[in-house]
């Protein structure tokens, strides 16, 4: 329960850093990007409000005087109508004002149309001219040619409607503005795609299905013409923010306040929502202004470009992938370091453990030679069974040295798991150094009845005395676990020891803890004539080796092993 609290803690409070972090980083980099896009969209506006007053200027300049007065109204209201599609390609609105701010023309949300205005042999000269709906229909016939006008279907398949047709089936013409006798609906069909799969022709049928009809009646003798179309520009012009762009670009004291010198550079512009700026750009004719003494600015044209740039949309695509893939990646990086964090955590609670049952057992082990020496101790200051004296004196002798071993394997193992330790890689001789240990150790396999055998031969690369330790260790434990009349068998392959003693097993959840300092297979520590440390020993310096090791029960006994390669 404790663990799991930690782990909990551990993984929640490394997760919530990195959260903090990454939102931290996410709010930063999406504020900069916002602010890059914002300058990119408003320098991609200006040059298009350029690329507006080039075709404003084309049209103007075959209609000028010299005193920059323009010599035929109606004409250049026609061209610049013709040049309308340009003038709203980013569902932008335009105006031109003179250089006394009087308005000369402007969009609108008025229906552009083209019709054949006369024609000259084979030739047709078009004509263009504004109908304002609102003049001649009702609100919801409004609402259903604009379905008509701008709807966008997608045709996947030969016969499925393409779109609409508009069509003007007699008009007259009153000053550049239509007024429609009746207005036709015909639907387009898809009859061929590409092999792209877009569509590359349509067609339909000319019917008088929907028909909407104005009512007027010509007494003022206007021009009547049969045929003309509707032509739909960029986006709907009846939209609420069109209409509100239309209003600020043909407010004159809106250009007032942006020909100031620190504002006919950039425009204006301001938030309308969180992420949409709506921009006012005046540009000069020609691209020339006058200073004035009091330091305003004088041009003999100016064209108004007004548009709403959702920098959202311009960003969304780059700030899902950003903020997606970073919160992918944060989260993997928070989860290894808080797997690492917690693994770290379990080693130290591990070392922590260990450190008090090592104590636990050093403590036990020193306390019953402590309390033998205390009391022989006692019996001599006392005099008591003076006749015992060298016995007593043997045993504090004999319990001394035992303390003194125990010590001294402590700070053999402290000195091996030290960084300081320089190993001495030399050739060692495995079968001359195993045949050596059981030559060592004859008397006492012979006291106990055990059998010994070595198999094989092996050169490897090793600090000799530490290896013979390691294997001496493991050597003395088979001695030291294996009954009267056992046997113990040593076996040198290609790139393994294996000390083999019969007996009985080490309890499966035991097998990994006897390589700790004060660990026994056995349960019970006190019945067993070693310090628990030689296992430990070896442990460590078959580590500063980097050999593999390790203990496995077989069916009769129990096997100690290393591998040098």
């Known amino acids: 329960m404790k663990k ?176 429609p006798e009746k207005v036709n609906v015909n639907a387009m069909y898809a009859q061929k795609f590409d092999e792209k799969g877009n569509l590359s022709s349509s067609g339909g049928v000319h019917t008088d299905d929907i028909v909407y009809l104005s009512g007027f009646k010509n007494t003022r003798g206007l021009p009547y013409f049969e045929h003309g179309a509707i032509v739909p520009d960029n986006g709907n012009p009846n939209s609420e923010k069109r209409n509100e762009l239309r209003q600020m670009v043909v407010d004159q004291s809106k250009l007032k306040e942006a020909v100031h010198p620190f504002n006919i550079l950039e425009g204006l512009f301001q938030r309308v929502e969180l992420l949409t700026y709506r921009y006012y750009l005046p540009v ?87 309390s033998i020496i205390s009391g022989y101790a006692q019996n001599l200051q006392e005099n008591i069974h003076t006749e015992k004296r060298e016995h007593y004196a043997n045993h504090i002798q004999a319990n001394v040295n035992r303390m003194d071993k125990i010590i001294h394997k402590i700070l053999e193992l402290t000195r091996l798991e030290s960084d300081s330790l320089q190993i001495k890689f030399e050739d060692v001789a495995l079968g001359e150094v195993c045949k050596k240990i059981i030559d060592r150790y004859k008397l006492v396999c012979e006291d106990k009845l055990i059998t010994t055998s070595l198999e094989g031969k092996a050169l490897i690369k090793a600090d000799r005395s530490l290896i013979v330790r390691a294997i001496d260790n493991f050597f003395f434990n088979a001695i030291d676990n294996t009954p009267e009349g056992g046997s113990i068998n040593i076996r040198i392959f290609n790139d393994t020891l294996e000390i083999y003693n019969s007996g009985s097993h080490i309890p499966e959840d035991k097998i990994d803890e006897i390589w700790l300092p004060f660990k026994k297979g056995d349960i019970s520590r006190s019945h067993t004539k070693g310090s628990g440390l030689g296992l430990a020993i070896s442990r460590a310096i078959l580590e500063r080796h980097n050999f593999s090791y390790g203990a496995v029960n077989k069916e009769d006994g129990v096997i100690f092993w290393f591998r040098f390669r």
């Open 4 to 179: 799991n609290k930690a782990k909990s803690i551990i993984y929640l409070r490394t997760l919530s850093v990195f959260l903090a972090t990454y939102l931290v980083l996410m709010i930063g980099f999406s504020v900069f990007l916002v602010f890059q896009e914002r300058q990119a969209a408003g320098m991609e506006l200006r040059t298009y409000a350029l690329q507006v007053n080039n075709r404003v200027e084309g049209v103007l300049q075959n209609h000028l005087d010299n005193d920059k007065h323009i010599t035929d109204i109606s004409k250049v209201k026609n061209e610049l109508l013709q040049e309308s599609p340009f003038f709203t390609l980013m569902d932008s609105e335009m105006a031109i004002f003179t250089g006394d701010y009087e308005i000369l023309f402007n969009t609108n949300n008025d229906w552009r149309c083209s019709y054949t205005k006369y024609k000259e042999g084979n030739k047709n000269y078009t004509g263009y001219g504004y109908l304002s709906p609102k003049d001649w229909f009702s609100k919801e016939e409004i609402r259903e040619l604009e379905r008509y006008l701008y709807a966008n279907p997608q045709p996947k398949k030969i016969g499925d409607i393409s779109g609409y047709t508009v069509n003007l089936q007699g008009f007259w013409v009153d000053n550049g503005m239509i007024i």
């Open 284 to 370: 000069p004719y020609q691209n020339e202004v006058r200073v004035n003494d009091d330091q305003s600015l004088e041009a003999d044209l100016w064209t108004v470009i007004g548009c709403d740039i959702n920098i959202g949309e311009r960003c969304f695509t780059t700030l899902a992938f950003v903020w997606v893939s970073c919160l992918i990646t944060f989260s993997m990086a928070a989860l290894i370091l808080a797997t690492q964090t917690f693994k770290t955590y379990k080693q130290q609670e591990e070392l922590e453990n260990q450190r008090k049952e090592m104590t636990n057992a050093l403590a036990h082990d020193l306390k019953t030679p402590l």
